[in-house]
């Protein structure tokens, strides 16, 4: 059956090496890599832009995932589409025109992700589903990495439920370790994103490590 893909998020990278490290991950086996923008206002956290993106662009060979936790989004999808996204998400929580979003994501040339936070019930892409490519479903409070995982079991079925046969991919973005990884690949999940779980305890000269850690998951 389908075979789960490992989505390693840069977020727990060390920030001085991102060309190593998505280097290194890739190497050890990541099937997508995770890229985390947030604004600090969106989420109570600031991380990189679409300049940063487009400078990791020539070290990514996979699919570069790029996850914006900023509000708003319609402004910056150009650059996210210049910077080389493949997928680009954004949050449904992020404005009042989500349906308009994902329609200008396509329409720059990238697969459209929308994402849901916790408090978000399914539903909320109900009349979505045929202008997403990925519905990333969060399994914490966006903002940060190495958080504690949310159970969203039940959300992650109501989904697969919801999107049928249509090539919706469901992602999973926060706490997935190799305790928590089989709870929601049961549920139905494509894609399982994990940032501390992947990066703890190597180094880009122990990238080794990462590949132990994603085997696990
Ligand atoms: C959180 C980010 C997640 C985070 C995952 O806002 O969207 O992608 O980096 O990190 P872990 O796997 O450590 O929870
Ligand atoms: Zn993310």
């Known amino acids: 059956d389908r075979k789960i893909k490992i989505a390693p998020s840069i977020l727990s990278a060390d920030f001085a090496n991102f060309g190593a490290e ?3 991950i890739e ?15 969106f989420v109570p956290n600031l991380t990189f832009g679409p300049m940063a993106v487009k400078a990791f662009r020539p070290h990514v060979k996979t699919v570069m995932d790029v996850h914006l936790m900023i509000a708003p989004v319609d402004p910056y999808i150009d650059a996210y589409a ?5 997928v680009l998400t954004a949050h449904v929580e992020a404005g009042p025109h989500i349906h ?5 994501i396509r329409g720059a040339g990238m697969k459209a992700g929308a994402a849901l936070n916790p408090g978000t019930p399914a539903e909320a892409v109900a009349h979505l589903l045929d202008l997403t490519d990925l519905i990333c479903v969060m399994t914490v409070n966006p903002g940060f990495g190495g958080q504690k995982f949310i159970d969203m079991t039940a959300k992650i079925a109501r989904l697969r439920q919801m999107i049928g046969d249509r090539p919706v991919h469901i992602e999973i973005d926060g706490g997935v370790d ?9 549920a139905g999940a494509d894609v399982l994103v994990a940032g501390s779980a992947v990066f703890r305890g190597g180094s880009v000269d122990k990238p080794e490590v990462y ?5 696990e998951i």
């Open 22 to 24: 998505i280097r290194a």
């Open 27 to 41: 190497a050890e086996g990541a099937d997508w890599v995770h890229v985390d923008v947030m604004d600090g206002h």
């Open 82 to 86: 210049d910077a080389g996204a493949d």
């Open 100 to 104: 308009r979003t994902l329609q200008a």
């Open 178 to 186: 190799p305790k928590t990884a089989p709870l929601v690949a049961r």
């Open 211 to 215: 590949g132990q850690n994603i085997r």
